[in-house]
């Protein structure tokens, strides 16, 4: 009986966690780097049965492949660290990074030696059979999705080369993360000036799907909302670089910031409070 594959996951958080799940399932050893990471992360690696190779450099020396899925603007820190370590096998960039962030990786990784694989995942993370899925592109892209076919993460391969996956998870998240951001933006705005309660009688009337949207905008991110910065500005740039206004998204980042201290709550916050966080900031 062969080997199983060892793939390195970098790393267990929320979103990495349920990639984790997707390799174990599909019969991968997969290994961890636990130096420097908190018990929260560490508990969720163990449930879901990953390996401790306890340092990067530990895991870059066992693992064929490795799988980096961090904060955006952690991305270019992890694979400078892993091609500084010499990686010479596979390196999947699976963040919400601009076009232009994922080529630079890609040059740090094969200039170590190694081979790169542009990915991007959309939708949520919760372990759920298809709720989410992992896009990739490269000459390995085929190779890496053999590693992920169990599920709960879906791989789909695409036909352009990199940075095609990274291209299509800022064209989703650009749109889906900042229109959500505008709708906080929008009701904070509202609840100032003394209107919030007959926009969203209005909303019901016009655009009866508003109301509940708004609200889903807190609830499904202002714990998150830490991520999320990062993710806009990368979007920011990708927009700049192809020649179209980065100002939806540089002010999109600004909302999310305003909800950074929400980070690790149990609960989200009430829509009202969120809103009044979001106006502290406010001119006068």
């Given at each position: 009986?062969?080997?199983k594959?060892?793939?390195?996951?970098?790393?267990?958080?929320?979103?990495?966690?349920?990639?984790?799940?997707?390799?174990?399932?599909?019969?991968?050893?997969?290994?961890?780097?636990?130096?420097g990471?908190?018990?929260?992360?560490?508990e969720?690696?163990?449930?879901?049965?990953?390996?401790?190779?306890?340092?990067?450099?530990?895991?870059?020396?066992?693992?064929?492949?490795?799988?980096?899925?961090?904060?955006?603007?952690a991305?270019?820190d992890?694979?400078?660290?892993?091609?500084?370590?010499?990686?010479?096998?596979?390196?999947?960039?699976?963040?919400?990074?601009?076009?232009?962030?994922?080529?630079?990786?890609?040059?740090?990784i094969?200039?170590?030696?190694?081979?790169?694989?542009?990915?991007?995942?959309?939708?949520?993370?919760?372990?759920?059979?298809?709720?989410?899925?992992?896009?990739?592109a490269?000459?390995?892209?085929?190779?890496?999705?053999?590693?992920?076919?169990?599920?709960?993460?879906?791989?789909?391969?695409l036909?352009g080369?990199?940075?095609?996956?990274?291209?299509l998870?800022?064209?989703?998240?650009?749109?889906?993360?900042?229109?959500?951001a505008?709708?906080?933006?929008?009701r904070?705005?509202?609840?100032?000036?003394?209107v919030?309660?007959?926009?969203?009688?209005?909303?019901?009337?016009?655009?009866?799907?508003?109301?509940a949207?708004?609200?889903?905008?807190?609830n499904?991110?202002?714990?998150?909302?830490?991520?999320?910065?990062?993710?806009?500005?990368e979007?920011?740039?990708?927009?700049?670089?192809?020649?179209?206004?980065?100002?939806?998204?540089?002010?999109?980042?600004?909302?999310?910031?305003?909800?950074?201290?929400?980070?690790?709550?149990?609960?989200?916050p009430?829509?009202?409070?969120?809103?009044?966080e979001?106006?502290?900031?406010?001119r006068?």
């Amino acid at each position: 009986m062969s080997e199983k594959p060892v793939v390195g996951l970098l790393h267990p958080g929320e979103m990495g966690s349920a990639v984790g799940a997707t390799l174990v399932a599909s019969g991968n050893r997969v290994l961890w780097a636990s130096a420097g990471r908190g018990a929260r992360t560490r508990e969720r690696a163990a449930g879901l049965g990953l390996d401790d190779a306890g340092s990067l450099e530990a895991l870059v020396k066992h693992a064929a492949t490795i799988v980096s899925v961090a904060p955006p603007h952690a991305a270019l820190d992890v694979a400078r660290e892993v091609a500084g370590l010499r990686f010479r096998g596979t390196f999947v960039d699976a963040n919400a990074i601009a076009t232009e962030t994922a080529m630079a990786i890609k040059r740090l990784i094969e200039d170590a030696g190694g081979r790169f694989v542009d990915g991007g995942i959309i939708g949520p993370a919760n372990r759920k059979p298809g709720a989410a899925r992992i896009y990739l592109a490269g000459p390995e892209a085929a190779a890496v999705k053999r590693l992920l076919d169990a599920g709960p993460v879906t791989p789909i391969v695409l036909p352009g080369a990199p940075p095609a996956a990274s291209a299509l998870k800022i064209a989703y998240g650009g749109w889906n993360k900042a229109s959500q951001a505008l709708l906080m933006a929008i009701r904070a705005y509202a609840l100032a000036e003394g209107v919030d309660e007959a926009l969203l009688a209005e909303w019901s009337l016009s655009q009866p799907d508003l109301p509940a949207r708004s609200q889903r905008a807190v609830n499904d991110n202002a714990r998150k909302a830490w991520r999320f910065v990062g993710e806009m500005e990368e979007d920011a740039r990708a927009l700049a670089d192809a020649g179209l206004p980065a100002g939806f998204h540089e002010a999109a980042a600004d909302i999310y910031q305003r909800l950074a201290a929400y980070k690790d709550m149990a609960t989200p916050p009430a829509v009202a409070e969120a809103l009044a966080e979001l106006l502290k900031r406010r001119r006068g």
